[in-house]
């Protein structure tokens, strides 16, 4: 089941611009993942955040946590015309075993240039 | 180099005839797991094993097959049961998660249309 619901579905802006995507979860998670997908293309892994931490930073990538609310944001700065690309989030729950992930339904990503 | 190869990029199934997908890592990796993603949509999790000879289903694994044989190989087979097999196949793999979530990587993915 999808359990991950990302926010909004779709973003398009200026070259240098930042983009922020949003991603709200059901269940109680471990951590949770981001990743990239190309058109066409496999899912990049991009950065994992632990339920104990708030931030964590990645080149021009922040990402945020709050169990409290169960969501998570992905900001990326000074935006490129080569971060276009759909961006998911997936959440690794507590209840279940193993290293299954859940993934969200995703962001399309415009940069323009 | 080392990654996940999915093979092939573009598959067309019959109607009533069972395809093979094929996913290969050279990662080591312990767990693989297999996707599908329909247009414009998430991930949904068909199979995938922890270990060697061992699989569990997924969220949506009704008219597909696993088989995991080999720690580098974990073929999907898309049966005459799955009615909309038309979709985009993601293969992925991870190390062990021992109860949490680990990164994985993913393969380029194989597009099944039905003829």
Redesign the interface.
């Known amino acids: 089941s999808q359990q991950g619901e990302e926010d909004p579905q779709a973003l398009s802006i200026q070259e240098g611009e930042n983009a922020t995507m949003n991603c709200s979860y059901k269940t109680s998670i471990n951590n949770l993942q981001w990743y990239r997908q190309n058109s066409g293309r496999g899912l990049v892994h991009l950065i994992l955040i632990r339920s104990n931490e708030r931030e964590k930073h990645s080149g021009r990538l922040r990402v945020t946590l709050d169990t409290s609310k169960k969501s998570s944001s992905l900001l990326i700065t000074a935006s490129r015309a080569a971060d276009t690309a759909s961006y998911f989030c997936a959440g690794s729950p507590r209840e279940t075993s193993g290293s299954r992930l859940t993934f969200g339904e995703g962001t399309q990503l415009t940069v323009n240039p | 180099d080392g990654g996940?190869t999915?093979s092939p990029k573009y598959l067309f199934r019959k109607e009533g005839q069972n395809v093979t997908l094929s996913c290969e890592q050279n990662l080591n990796h312990d767990?693989m797991?297999w996707?599908r993603q329909d247009p414009?949509?998430?991930?949904?999790?068909i199979y995938?094993s922890?270990i060697v000879n061992d699989f569990?289903k997924?969220?949506i694994a009704e008219g597909y097959s696993v088989s995991r044989e080999k720690k580098e190989s974990f073929p999907l087979t898309v049966t005459s049961a799955q009615k909309n097999p038309t979709a985009f196949y993601?293969c992925?793999s991870?190390?062990?998660?021992?109860?949490?979530?680990?990164?994985?990587?993913?393969?380029?993915?194989t597009?099944l249309s039905i003829l």
Do not use: C, E, N
């Open positions: 996940i999915q767990a797991y996707y414009g949509q998430g991930l949904r999790l995938y922890q569990q997924g969220d993601l992925a991870s190390i062990a998660g021992r109860g949490l979530g680990q990164p994985q990587h993913f393969g380029d993915g597009r």
